[in-house]
């Protein structure tokens, strides 16, 4: 046995349960779904009317895009990354594949996460089949913060695990996780769910209901990052709408923070592929926006609230699966001035509240400059996006 595992934080599983069990940090499965339900009984339930499964890739069933994360599970996060965590079709719960996991070592009990939006104020049961030893389930971040559910085994076959929480007024978002124990060995996790109320579709829209003089500057993309567009953008203080892919937001973050330094500028979803939505599941549209949400907000430190449909292709699904990923506006444009063009979709010149699309092309300084041009012109200057969506 490693030494180390002499210390707190690394006891072995049957010693670490009970230390758990008598902090109330964990119980047995069946206790902690229990506790769950008892401590949720006094909150308002939710509507099993309009009850759905929120998580993002409940089954492991899609595909990772070749755009993703390297080595990523769709809609999940695991602190090992591919050395640790992948998906298999041995023998699924049920469907065609599972999440896998083996820890890579003796420090590491293969966690798995994902973030859901919630509701305040509402009650959720999320469960979800595992296989193998002192595999954990539960949610963070819920502003009443209840015990895991968990099995010490379940003898070579597959276990349902559950619990129940209820979210506190702040609550928008919750951390599920899904983990084994240290030295216990693989584990395997499918179908999971968070059951709850689906929220409210989110708003599509070309343009900015406001009767101030202002439009926004929208650039989507990001593969040609050129030094003449943010010199443009930082010499005349431009608030930027960025909407780039989370691969070239990684390549280069600190060019997406310097081109929107301005007040007023943030940067948005774009899904992670650039895929036309209408062509995928409501599942898969999910992924796309949730994973792309995901990887920016751990680059920027802020989660994106408006989305841009790839294509201006969207749907009935798009806008649910938008919502179930915390977005608020599903956002096409009403002018287009990328690549030297100067399209206004609606008669006349420019109006209060124009979304102009652009794109992070080597032709971008010339288009904005253009673009600026053209608001002087109708009397309008560029204005931050996100504020006005609020």
């Given amino acids: ?5 002499l210390a707190p934080a690394r006891l072995l599983a049957p010693a670490a349960a009970a230390l758990l069990a008598i902090g109330g940090l964990a119980a047995p499965a069946s206790a902690s779904a229990s506790a769950s339900a008892s401590a949720a009984s ?4 939710a509507s099993t009317a309009n009850t759905v499964n929120l998580a993002t890739n409940p089954g492991f069933e899609i595909p990772a895009s070749s755009l993703a994360d390297w080595g990523s599970v769709p809609g999940w996060r695991c602190t090992g990354g591919p050395a640790e965590a992948g998906v298999t079709t041995a023998a699924p719960h049920s469907g065609g594949s599972a999440l896998a996991v083996t820890p890579a070592n003796d420090d590491s009990n293969g966690e798995c ?30 502003g009443r913060d209840v015990a895991p559910a968990w099995t010490a085994t ?44 689906a929220p409210a579709p989110a ?38 709408t960025a909407f780039p892919l989370p691969m070239p937001a990684a390549a280069d973050p600190d ?27 409501p599942a898969e549209q999910q992924v796309e926006i949730c994973d792309a949400r995901d990887s920016l907000t751990r680059i920027f430190g802020t989660a994106p609230v408006v989305f841009r449909p790839p294509y201006f292709a969207w749907n009935a699904d798009t806008l649910q699966a938008a919502a179930n990923c915390g977005i608020r506006t599903v956002l096409t444009a009403d002018a287009d001035f990328s690549w030297g063009a100067s399209n206004v979709w609606h ?18 300084a010339a288009d ?6 053209a608001a002087d012109a109708a009397g309008l200057r560029p204005a931050g996006l996100a504020s006005y969506l609020r």
């Fill in 1 to 5: 046995m490693s030494s180390r595992l």
């Fill in 42 to 45: 006094t909150a308002p339930a």
């Fill in 113 to 142: 996460a994902q973030t859901v939006s919630v509701q305040p104020n509402t009650t959720y049961t999320a469960s979800a089949w595992v296989r193998g030893a002192y595999v954990h389930l539960g949610a963070t971040g819920t």
């Fill in 154 to 197: 379940t003898n070579g076959g597959w276990q349902q695990l559950t619990t129940r929480f209820t979210t506190g007024p702040a609550a928008r978002t919750v951390r599920l996780y899904v983990h084994g124990w240290y030295q216990q060995g693989p584990f395997a996790v499918d179908d999971v769910r968070v059951d709850g109320p």
């Fill in 203 to 240: 708003t599509a829209s070309g343009s900015v209901a406001t009767s101030d003089k202002v439009v926004f500057f929208t650039v989507d993309d990001g593969w040609q990052r050129t030094p003449e567009a943010e010199r443009f953008i930082t010499d005349h203080r431009l608030p930027i």
């Fill in 255 to 281: 060019f997406f923070r310097r081109v929107t330094a301005a007040p007023g500028s943030s940067v948005q979803d774009h899904s992670v592929s650039h895929a036309d939505l209408t062509k995928l599941s």
């Fill in 347 to 364: 008669e006349g010149t420019l109006s209060p509240g124009d979304v102009v699309l652009m794109h992070w092309t080597d032709t971008l």
């Fill in 368 to 373: 904005l400059q253009r673009a600026l041009a």
